[in-house]
Structures are given as C-alpha cells and as structure tokens.
C-alpha cells in the first residue's frame, strides 16, 4: 500500500476482502471515503482488549495478531490475519467492548471502517451481512478447534496443528510450503498454551525428522503430509 491512498485505491483494497467483494464500485467507494487509514510499527497495539469498539478493520498490508493476555501478562494468540482480512466483526455487532487486542506483527497498514458506516451498509446489502455472519461462524469453529487440541492433543500435535493452519492462510506456494509470516517461537507458543523452550524443542525435533527446516522466523514445511498425520488430520 501507498503511503496514503486515494478513495479508488481504498475501494479496491474493500473489494478484495470476503466481507465487501459482493458491493457495487460506487458503494465500496462510498465507504472507502467515510474510512481512515492508519500505519503501525511491529509491536503496535492497534487496540487493547476492553477499548471501545468504534471501527472494524481492514488489514491493507502486513500482518497483526489477535491476543488475550492475562493479569501476569501472559499472551493466547487466537489468530493471525493478513492483507485483506478483517478484525473486529464481533464489537460492531454488539456495540460492545473490544473481546481481545490486536497487535502489528509487523509494519502493518489498515482501513479503520467506522461502525455506523459498517451497519449501514450490513442494512444495505445482504451480502456484506451474510459475509460478516460467515466470518462470526469460522471464528467460533476455530476457538472450537483451538480448545479441542488443547484438550485432546499432545503439545507435538499442537505444534503441528498450528504450522498447518499458518501455511493455510499465510504460506507462499514454492517447491516447498514456505511459511514466512514474522511470527516468533514466542508466538507459536501463545497459540498452542505452551512455553517458547517447549516449542523450541518440538520444532528441533521436527527439524530432525525432516519434517520441517526453520531458518529464523522462516519456517519451510518439507513434509506435510507427516505434519498432518502428526496433528491427527
């Protein structure tokens, strides 16, 4: 993204997300002109849990991830989102406080959508509203999926898990699944409940077996298929 886009660039920024694709030129540009574009550094809380919920936001460019953190200061990453995904869905609903925080997993640019223009256009078009409950329901078979694997898998399968469903969403097809998202061991281990030299150690061992080979923050996933065995996919 730009520095500073226009009302046409911004428009087809909304076009490419599963919540705006089905709006008319002149409706994406409608809100496009009523939006905000903001810029946060890697570390950047875009919102903490418990700040009103005034904007749903679209992500232009970069990475942020969606956390819970305890009173020790402990963090549960429930997701990572992308350019074209949206956060937020749940507090312009309701109108209620935000459920979690959001932090820049790196340079990140967005779209910050006000409320009102949002459920505007929820009453206007059906398929922005059909689009927004879609999303609601992925989130709930998600959190349903996250506890079932704290529940019922051993901390491999977790880690397992996680690195498929990262590849998922975020991988860069090449003769390899390359997952090259910014995430640190510190965050794979807030999304599978467990401590960093805990993964570290699931993440060597999956190195040994040649499963995967990580490089940094660079994770390439050589095996797959053994990967979703292990996560009893």
Do not use: C
Not at 99 to 113: M, R
């Amino acid at each position: 993204m730009s520095p500073r886009l226009t009302d046409h660039e911004a428009a087809e920024v909304l076009g490419a997300t599963r919540v705006f694709s089905a709006l008319d030129r002149p409706s994406r540009l409608s809100l496009a002109a009523a939006s905000r574009q903001r810029t946060y550094g890697r570390g950047q809380y875009l919102w903490y849990e418990g700040d009103p919920g005034e904007h749903l936001v679209v992500v232009g460019e970069g990475l942020v991830k969606v956390v819970l953190t305890s009173e020790r200061g402990d963090e549960a990453v429930l997701v990572t989102l992308g350019p074209h995904e949206t956060v937020g869905e749940l507090a312009i609903l309701d109108g209620s406080p935000r459920s979690a925080s959001v932090v820049a997993v790196e340079p990140t640019t967005v779209l910050l959508l006000p409320r009102a223009a949002v459920l505007e256009a929820m009453a206007a078009h059906p398929a922005v509203l059909d689009a927004v409950l879609r999303l609601l329901g992925q989130l709930v078979r998600r959190q349903t999926e996250q506890t079932g694997g704290l529940v019922f898998l051993d901390l491999a399968g977790r880690v397992a898990k996680v690195l498929l469903q990262l590849a998922q969403r975020h991988a860069r097809d090449d003769e390899h699944t390359v997952l090259d998202v910014g995430l640190s061991q510190s965050d794979i281990a807030a999304m599978v409940g467990a401590t960093r030299p805990a993964v570290n150690r699931v993440l060597q061992l999956f190195a040994s077996r040649g499963l995967i080979s990580v490089d940094g923050r660079v994770i390439v996933l050589r095996d797959p298929p053994a990967l979703r065995r292990r996560a009893g996919l």
